[in-house]
C-alpha cells in the first residue's frame, strides 16, 4: 500500500537524519531530509530538523526560511513554537524569540501534564533570560 511505504519511508528518512546530526554528516543528513519533505511538504518536523541541520551549519537564513516554513504548515505545534524561540534565541533576536517562547507557553499551559509542566518550566526559564537579553548557557 502507498501510504503506508510512504509513511516507512518517512519515518526512516527521519530517523537517519537524527543520526546524522555529526557535524561532518551534514550534507548527507540534508539529503536523507530533503527526502522525507519531498515526500510530505507539510511536515513540520521535518523542516524543523532541517532546519537544525542549516543552523549547525551557520546557514541562518536557510534555517530561519525552514522554520516559517513549518509554522506556515503547523503553528499551533508548541513544540515547533518552542524551537522558533530557541533559534531565534540564539540569533540574539529577543523579540521574536519571546513571542514563539509565549505562543509555546501559552499553547503548554493548558495541557497540564507532567511533560508539559517542565516543559513549561524551561520556558519560563528562557523568557527570564530574553528579558535580560542572555543567552542560554
Do not use: C
Amino acid at each position: 500500500n502507498n501510504l503506508a511505504m510512504t509513511t516507512l519511508l518517512k519515518g526512516t528518512f527521519l530517523l537517519e537524519g537524527r543520526y546524522e546530526y555529526d557535524p561532518q554528516q551534514i550534507e548527507s543528513a540534508k539529503r536523507i531530509l530533503s527526502k522525507a519533505i519531498a515526500l510530505d511538504k507539510n511536515n513540520w518536523l521535518t523542516k524543523s530538523n532541517m532546519a537544525v541541520l542549516e543552523t549547525t551549519a551557520q546557514n541562518f537564513t536557510a534555517a530561519e526560511k525552514l522554520y516559517l516554513e513549518a509554522l506556515s504548515s503547523s503553528g499551533e505545534s508548541a513544540e515547533l513554537q518552542y524551537r522558533v524561540g530557541n533559534f531565534y534565541h540564539t540569533q540574539k533576536d529577543f523579540v521574536k524569540a519571546e513571542k514563539h517562547y509565549q505562543q509555546a507557553l501559552k499553547k503548554l499551559s493548558a495541557l497540564r501534564t507532567p511533560a508539559s509542566q517542565k516543559r513549561v518550566e524551561d520556558i519560563e526559564t528562557r523568557l527570564k533570560l530574553v528579558t535580560e537579553k542572555q543567552l542560554p548557557q
